[in-house]
């Protein structure tokens, strides 16, 4: 019998809760897909269909998270009248806290990364164009509104900002604070100093040095933690604000 989009859409959804919920509860290794197929009600072949491989599945999650976090995000009451900063806050904030109740297994899918970091490649990043996507309309409405100067990357700064979310939870993942207040405020800090970079036109100057930075040392600084909040708090005061 053939199924609809709406219903592959629902079976795909019901698959990738069953797995987090499995996965969980008996371990990454111990849980295979055929446990998960069963468990969902399909076939032992039709998970296939859907997840080519275990580790597929896991990137399914964070694409269905990211999906749900735009849905969220846009839907927020008067969105329209945020500035850039409490737009980006707004994202962060709602993947964080749909990541909350999967915790356990967002730890456990970054164990599973840190064995085969090529999971995470630019290529396959979870939600890597719809975020991009969504930013830099995010970015042209702040820069058709007079809030930032105008931007020649704002197609960089959109592919970054994936990067930028996983290095967060990285950081959150870590955090021992109470109610993660550190993370808190390292997104805050963090968002400050790139808008207020976009308001003085500063990114179009350093845009391969900010690169730089962000791709290949915000990472390793956020699981660090080490003075990476002095350091963006020094960055702000720079910038003037």
């Known amino acids: 019998m053939k199924t609809s989009k709406s219903q592959q859409e629902q079976t795909r959804r019901h698959v990738i809760r069953t797995a987090v919920d ?14 998960i197929a069963r468990e969902a009600g ?77 999971l995470m490649m630019r290529d396959n990043m979870p939600g890597q164009q719809a975020l991009r996507e969504q930013v830099v309309k995010f970015i042209d409405a702040a820069e058709q509104s007079g809030e930032i100067a105008a931007c020649d990357f704002k197609n960089l700064l959109g592919g970054l900002f994936a990067d930028y979310l996983f290095a967060v939870i990285a950081y959150w993942l870590k955090d021992e604070s109470e109610e993660f207040s550190d993370t808190t405020q390292l997104v805050d800090l963090t968002l400050a100093v790139l808008v207020l970079a976009l308001k003085s036109g500063v990114v179009n100057k350093l845009s391969e040095l900010a690169g730089f930075l962000i791709r290949n040392q915000l990472s390793r600084l956020m699981q660090n933690g080490s003075g990476l909040l002095d350091m963006l708090k020094l960055a702000k005061r720079g910038l003037g604000a």
């Open 42 to 118: 399909i076939g032992d072949a039709t998970i296939y269909k859907y997840f080519p491989s275990k580790e597929k599945l896991l990137l399914a999650y964070y694409e269905l998270c990211i999906e749900i976090v735009l849905e969220l995000t846009l839907e927020t009451p008067g969105l329209e009248q945020f500035g850039l900063q409490e737009r980006l806050q707004r994202l962060v904030d709602a993947l964080l806290e749909l990541l909350l109740a999967d915790r356990e297994f967002v730890e456990i899918t970054r164990t599973i990364v840190g064995k085969s970091p090529l």
């Open 22 to 35: 499995m996965i969980t509860e008996h371990g990454y290794e111990a849980t295979t897909m055929k446990q």
